[in-house]
């Protein structure tokens, strides 16, 4: 029985016996050929190249589908008219519930939405009815179709993907304290891939019939004040003295925050701590809360807070007096608090009232 030959190991300069071993082995083999050992090595290294000839062509083939794979996922963006089918994408989306949240890109608010809700979207049942009455909506059958519809709305610049950024990143100044809980400040992004995780953010608002017809108002607007001197004498008539009546309230407004001024200013050393008339005038509130009340007491806010200061201060002496004597500490103590807390604890009520005086 032919013992099994010892094959050197990579890197190991082969030993004569396993030279000679490796020569008896090449004979047998191309005995049984029928060749020479001349032919038989020739024919080894015909086999040998044409494997690696074939090896080097399937690696082509397997880069150049990748390649053309890669080129189908990112197509250039042109901009241009968008797609009918990308619009009819968009139109359908936008009436659906995607969960959508609002975010900020470039300082304007934005609807943001998942690509896992659009995917949900376009394998619902309200989908296939909608394809059924629009033509322009692509069929979907897998995920694949469903990524390549999707994919409609960034190549027709209709949505975008998008990341969260720091809008304060990079700014000397501290972050603000008080910020919009979920509200994202966002930049879009190179590469628009489609992907469950990923955000997208509507550049689509559907039809601008309504800024349409505002524009349509202004033009409008705008010919008719162009063409004034060609109104009729009534109509001109009538917007003079409509012209009047507005710039007589202007001065009343002006005359009255200057007259409250004055009130205050009087009433802040006769009776303090001043009385305002119509006190929400320049609040933040609706136009008819302005006016209401008529008049009201100034709020002496710092005078509240160092009450509550002093109020804080006392209760913690008495807290601290109390082990010593717990006698008589503890009713001064109450009458004290008793006073402050009705002191600060009652503000003067700024709303007027009327009240009954009875007549001797």
Known sequence: MATPIQQPQPGQKPTPQQVAALRQQLAADAAKQGMTVEQYVSKLKENAQHQHEQQQLQQQQEQEAAAQQQQQEQQ?????????????????????????????????????????????????EAYKKACLKNKLLPQITDRKTADDAFRLLPLSLLALR????????????PKPKKRVKGLWTVKIEQQQDVKDELHYVWLYEGPQW?????????????????MFPLWPMKLRLGVWYLSMGMLGLIGLFFAMAIFRLILF???????????????????????????????????????????????????????????????APITTAQ??????????????????????????
């Not at 003067?348 to 001797?360: A, G």
Request: aromatic share 8%.
């Open 335 to 360: 009458n004290s608090t008793a006073t402050s807390s009705s002191a600060f604890t009652n503000p003067r009520d700024l709303k007027p009232r009327v009240e009954e005086v009875e007549e001797d």
């Open 210 to 226: 309504k800024t349409k017809l505002y524009a349509g108002g202004a033009l409008l607007a705008i010919m008719a004040v162009v």
């Open 162 to 173: 998008v990341s969260k950024i720091d809008p304060h990143e990079g700014h000397d100044h």
């Open 265 to 327: 200013v009087i009433t802040m050393f006769a009776v303090p701590p001043g009385l305002w008339l119509y006190p929400n005038l320049f609040e933040d509130v609706g136009f008819f809360d302005s006016f209401r009340p008529l008049w009201g007491w100034q709020e002496e806010k710092k005078k509240k807070k160092k009450g509550k200061s002093a109020n804080g201060k006392g209760k913690a002496s008495t807290n601290k007096d109390s082990p010593a004597n717990p006698s």
């Open 76 to 124: 250039p963006i042109n901009p241009g008219a968008p797609d009918p089918r990308g619009v009819a994408v968009a139109k359908f989306l936008r009436s659906q519930e995607l969960k959508s949240r609002t975010c900020i890109l470039n300082g304007q608010r934005k609807d943001m939405f998942k690509v896992k809700r659009a995917i949900r979207a376009f394998q619902s």
